[in-house]
């Protein structure tokens, strides 16, 4: 069964510092994987994605994450904290087989920066 | 239109009533998703589009949910008789295809509180 993993529920980081908001997930085939983050009360915005190529992704607001086939991981990762990166972010990952429309979501991991 | 639109952004309704939401997708995108996100959770899929048809309604909570989609563009959820655990907020989401590889463009949802 496909499946995401986001062990933490929330994870705290002081501001400057580095921060991983760590994902994992499971697929028969080979995975197209997405981030997102969610602000208060707003929808989700897309932050990056691996679906093929460079294991390393760069995405929006300086974020990036590293596609690990081996240990099937992607987590996010960010070399400096702000505040305002403060927010909810979830994981997902896609089948890249055939008629695969489902996105399979991971349950979301509170990111909190400490000023 | 530019973003994927909901409408109303907020409702709040009695036990009881039915209520009606909106979503109006990328011009274009053929695929379209609704969620459900209780507070702070993680998204609960309800029903995808091709089109204007529905292959999966898998994630419909119960017969009270139904949801429509007229003219391959704008789509309406409806909850009859809604109840207290209904209270959510209800995510729009599309894509050009089904079987569009890359993300999924989200709408600012829909808060809805039943009294």
């Known amino acids: 069964a496909q499946s995401v993993a986001q062990p933490e529920d929330q994870v705290n980081v002081a501001e400057g510092n580095p921060l991983t908001v760590k994902c994992t997930y499971s697929v028969s085939g080979n995975p197209y994987l997405f981030w997102y983050v969610q602000y208060p009360n707003r929808g989700l915005q897309f932050l990056l994605k691996y679906i093929t190529g460079d294991n390393l992704v760069k995405g929006s607001y300086g974020f990036e994450a590293e596609f690990n086939k081996s240990q099937t991981s992607f987590h996010l990762k960010k070399p400096s904290a702000l505040v305002s990166d403060s927010a909810l972010y979830f994981c997902?990952?896609?089948?890249?087989?055939?008629?695969?429309?489902?996105?399979?979501w991971g349950a979301g991991t509170k990111l909190i920066i400490k000023p | 239109g530019a973003g994927v639109s909901q409408s109303p952004s907020n409702k709040v309704t009695e036990k009881g009533k039915d209520v009606e939401l909106r979503c109006d997708p990328i011009s274009g995108h053929t695929a379209l998703y609704w969620y459900r996100q209780s507070l702070g959770q993680g998204l609960e899929f309800l029903i995808y589009?091709?089109?204007?048809?529905?292959?999966?309604k898998s994630g419909l909570p119960s017969d009270r949910f139904s949801a429509e989609r007229t003219g391959g563009s704008v789509s309406t959820l409806t909850i009859q008789r809604t109840q207290q655990e209904d209270s959510a907020v209800y995510l729009c989401?599309?894509?050009?295809?089904?079987?569009?590889?890359?993300?999924?463009?989200f709408g600012e949802g829909s808060r809805l509180t039943v009294l």
């Open positions: 997902a990952v896609r089948d890249r087989g055939d008629s695969n429309y489902q996105l399979i």
């Open positions: 989401a599309s894509s050009p295809s089904g079987l569009w590889p890359g993300e999924l463009f």
């Open positions: 589009f091709q089109g204007n048809s529905a292959p999966d």
